[in-house]
Nanobody, 121 residues
């Protein structure tokens, strides 16, 4: 069984920083793209940032220059460094990964359980 476990959410004041982590575990052969999505109350889930295995990244326009996505392939872990946080960044943040397993040979799209980020004074 493959799973993603997120950590690092919490309450932070506007202008503050948080770092989210997401670790994959299980019988993993390889992980392609990993990403972070978020869903605010009453809104649809949206892509925040994504990173390929080779390190290519893309970001939502709303977080460019403030958020940085990175990954450690040896640890099957992806990170999201969030700086200059704004109240509109408040949401549940979800990790997502494209995972290849061998037994049986299969391509999976896996989601984490979500971690709440609240930006408020």
């Amino acid at each position: 069984q493959v799973q993603l476990v997120e950590s690092g959410g919490g309450l932070v004041q506007p202008g503050g920083s948080l770092r989210l982590s997401c670790a994959a575990s299980g019988s993993i052969f390889s992980i392609n793209t990993m990403g972070w999505f978020r869903q605010a109350p009453g809104k649809e889930r949206e892509l925040v940032a994504a990173i390929t295995r080779g390190g290519s990244t893309n970001y939502a326009d709303s977080v460019k220059g403030r958020f940085t996505i990175s990954r450690d392939n040896a640890k099957d872990t992806v990170y999201l460094q969030m700086n200059s946080l704004k109240p509109e960044d408040t949401a549940v943040y979800y990790c997502n990964a494209e995972i290849i397993i061998i037994t049986p040979p299969q391509y999976l799209e896996v989601w984490g359980q979500g971690t709440l980020v609240t930006v408020s004074s």
